[in-house]
């Protein structure tokens, strides 16, 4: 062991180099992993909603889509704070990487709570799948209960891996302070960014399949 | 530094480099996680034997005499799902593979070392939830766990046993993610792809999987869960959901899961073959796309197993098609397996024995796939004794068999030490024998009509029941004799040297056991796999069978 040995690098390692390229190859793979994980979910939504579009339909129609739209906006907000940060741990900012580190969390917990608010109003609405389930609409009735099954699996897994990701960015927060990212290691942030942009990015999906598509054909019928 | 000043008496390895509880259950070395693997699914194995030896018990005799059918459904689903997920699909990925990929590919560690510790505290914590589910009263699904009567109608532990399942998922996962990401990013200088033991391939194919079909199964455990839980109507007919659905999603994992069980094991023969036969491996090349062809064309034949759940006919043609195509690259590897015996120097050591048994089951196993891949066929013997016998012959004579071999071929570099070898040719006698006389009556009775899960039949099947039963208890004696000479090799056994086969590759070029860092240098590598016609290279054979 005559050679220097950065503190950053593990003992595994030859290279900070082959650790940055393993830690991301890695994270792909998780990643990779995470949507055959989401896949499951989503084969049951084209599943039933092309056995039952009608139910769909009405169900997408009990949504809050101003609740949703802001919610979508800002988990888009976030991923830019997101990039930000990652960019500024590429320049050895720490002030602002702590910075966009710390807005990115504030967003975060934003759609929590927001979705917070929009749980409680179906459970008042009776939306929740169960004994307690009514839907307005007689003619749906309890067909549309599929739907609201499939919502919230899917955005409770959405949001449960928010509440992952805002324990990971708390966890991240302390070294970040003590400035123990810069322009030689950050691994742990980049990683951290692509799970972030990741769990974004399946929202950005299931904000259309399930609050947009085809609640205007129930409206206009 | 200098070697004279640090070079103590005796050498530390992995083994004593370190001492204490502690050091083995917060170690990072991935030789030492491998044999903390081998301690929980030894103890999975055992579990999920004593549930084979119960159901072969029950089946001695026509009537339902020993246990009442509700225990029986208790037994054969608690021995499925021990077997499958915390023997047959950990076993040599977690040993095996733990500690020879890293070495294999000349690198210190897998990539993430941390990771690795935690996949087998998963892999534990499951496995123990899963038992815990015994305890308190069992399961009654069968290990697949199918709806409506998994969700709705079962009284037994469906949760517990699943959440169970869904942990240990997670374990296959970043098993097979450190896996890939080592091979990509570890391998020592010169160690190109094509370079690479077959065992690395295999393992590499079989991450692939892992990574890949394991969510599928966690997302499906998940909704079963949920479904059970709070009655979410997913799988439920009533509330507009299919139970259909579950088996597509739970076969969309569980049939590459054979794959995640026999390509390791096809890791450990590649390896085997090719050692004593004294030759390169014929066709490497075809050998290790073959492991990737079986991985992927694996993820695209779950329908066969749906062959009578209301798929349509054209569904079930196109997936009877797809299943025949795996049987391309799986004769692949028979055939170039085969090759490579041709002209070979081949010595029967006890690795070898296995290396050669499992040809043979693999091949039985392998063409009754065929058959049950075959929709009309399939129509016919589904579920029946005969589909028992085929995946039986594929995973205990197939994984078992690689298993059992890899373990005795590499327990000299694992521990340092020589087992008896009359004794362990003996056992490989033993698990054959047991095995062929356990399960070929199976395939006869399976094509007479004896369906599975039931703990009573017809009289005049008691014969075939009863050679079974008497296979199961010599396959079990197979079983146990290892335990006790493995025991006894560490204390008695010879030393073995760094290379008491004369074989190829780097985990036979450093010392046995390893040291901690795995090589006191950094190997540089500039040759072939395999490479035994280099003669001058070649150490000759030492005569075993004197120990």
Not at chain 1, 31 to 47: K, T
Not at chain 1, 193 to 220: E, K, Q, S, T
Not at chain 2, 221 to 240: K, M, N, Q, S
């Amino acid at each position: 062991m005559s050679t220097a040995h950065p503190a950053a690098l593990a003992h595994q390692f030859e290279s900070l180099e082959q650790q940055k390229e393993s830690a991301t190859l890695g994270m792909w793979l998780f990643l990779a992993q995470e949507i055959l994980f989401f896949g499951g979910l989503f084969m049951a939504y084209l599943l039933y909603r092309w056995r039952d579009p009608q139910a769909f339909a009405a169900g997408s129609h009990e949504l809050d889509i101003t609740l949703g739209l802001i919610n979508t906006v800002i988990l888009i907000a976030s991923s830019l704070t997101m990039a930000l940060a990652v960019h500024s741990a590429q320049l050895s900012r720490t002030k602002a990487l702590v910075r966009w580190l710390v807005a990115t969390g504030v967003l975060g917990t934003a759609f929590l709570v927001i979705k917070y608010f929009e749980y409680s109003a179906k459970w008042e609405h009776h939306l929740v799948p169960g004994p307690g389930f009514h839907f307005p609409e007689a003619a749906i009735g309890g067909r549309a209960e599929i739907f609201f099954s499939l919502y919230f699996a899917m955005t409770g897994m959405h949001a449960l891996h928010m509440v992952v990701g805002l324990g990971l960015l708390g966890w991240l927060l302390v070294p970040a302070m003590k400035g123990k990212f810069n322009a030689e290691y950050h691994n742990p942030i980049e990683c951290f960014g692509l799970y972030w942009h990741f769990v974004d990015i399946v929202w950005i999906f299931l904000f259309p399949l399930l609050y947009l598509i085809g609640r205007h054909y129930h409206g206009a019928t | 530094m200098s070697a004279e000043a640090t070079v103590p008496e005796v050498k530390p390895n992995y083994l004593t480099a370190d001492h204490g509880l502690k050091s083995w259950l917060l170690t990072l070395d991935h030789k030492r996680i491998g044999l903390l693997y081998l301690l929980g699914v030894s103890f999975f194995f055992l579990l999920g034997g004593i549930f084979a030896m119960l159901i072969r018990l029950e089946l001695l005799t026509p009537a339902g005499d020993m246990v009442q059918p509700d225990t029986y459904n208790r037994l054969f689903t608690m021995h499925g799902v021990m077997m499958i997920f915390f023997f047959l699909i950990p076993a040599i990925p977690g040993i095996l593979g733990n500690f020879l990929i890293p070495i294999q590919i000349g690198a210190k560690d897998l990539a993430f070392p941390k990771l690795n510790l935690l996949s087998w505290y998963l892999f534990m914590a499951g496995g123990l939830a899963t038992f815990g589910a015994i305890v308190t009263g069992g399961l009654d699904t069968g290990w697949t766990f199918y709806t409506p009567y998994s969700s709705t109608f079962s009284t037994t532990a469906v949760i517990p046993v699943g959440l169970g399942i869904f942990v240990n998922g997670f374990s296959g996962i970043l098993t097979g993610l450190n896996f890939m990401v080592t091979i990509h990013r570890m391998r020592a200088p010169g160690m190109t792809w094509f370079r690479l033991p077959l065992f690395v391939w295999s393992h590499y194919a079989t991450s692939l999987i892992q990574v890949l079909g394991t969510p599928v199964l966690a997302i499906t455990l998940v909704l079963l869960v949920l479904e059970r839980a709070f009655h979410i109507g997913v799988f439920d007919p009533t509330r507009g959901g299919d139970p259909v659905l579950f088996q597509h999603l739970f076969w969309f994992y569980s049939h590459p899961a054979v794959y995640i069980m026999i390509l390791p094991s096809m890791a450990v023969i590649s390896e085997l073959i090719a050692a004593f036969s004294r030759k390169r491996i014929f066709g490497y090349h075809f050998v290790a796309f073959s492991s990737i062809a079986i991985a992927v064309l694996g993820f695209l034949v779950w329908g066969h197993h749906l062959f009578v759940s209301s798929q349509s006919v054209y569904a079930g043609t196109v997936f009877s098609l797809l299943t025949m195509l795996v049987a391309i690259p799986s004769a692949v590897k028979v055939f170039n397996w085969s090759f490579t015996l041709y002209q070979g120097a081949v010595s029967l050591h006890t690795p070898m024995l296995y290396a050669l048994g499992f040809i043979g089951l693999f091949m039985i196993g392998g063409l009754t796939g065929v058959f049950l891949g075959t929709l009309g066929f399939d129509v016919h013997v589904h579920d029946t004794y005969f589909v028992v016998a085929h995946f039986h012959y594929v995973m205990v004579g197939g994984t078992i068999m690689g298993y059992l071999g890899g373990l005795h071929f590499w327990w000299p570099k694992i521990t340092g030490r020589m087992y008896s070898e009359f004794w362990s040719r003996m056992s490989a006698l033993l698990v054959f024998v047991g095995f062929n006389l356990t399960f070929f009556p199976q395939f006869l009775l399976g094509y007479m009509g004896m369906p599975r899960r039931y703990h009573a039949y017809p009289e005049e099947w008691q014969v075939l029941n009863v050679l079974s039963t008497a296979g199961a208890s010599v396959l079990a004696l197979g079983f146990l004799l290892p335990v006790a000479y493995f025991f006894w090799s560490l204390k008695f056994g010879a030393v073995a040297g760094r290379n008491p086969w004369g074989a190829r590759g780097l985990e036979w070029e450093t010392d046995s056991p390893p040291p901690t860092l795995n090589f006191d240098q950094a190997p540089v590598v500039d040759h072939e796999a395999y490479n035994y016609a280099d003669d001058a290279a070649t150490p000759g054979m030492k005569p075993l069978s004197a120990h």
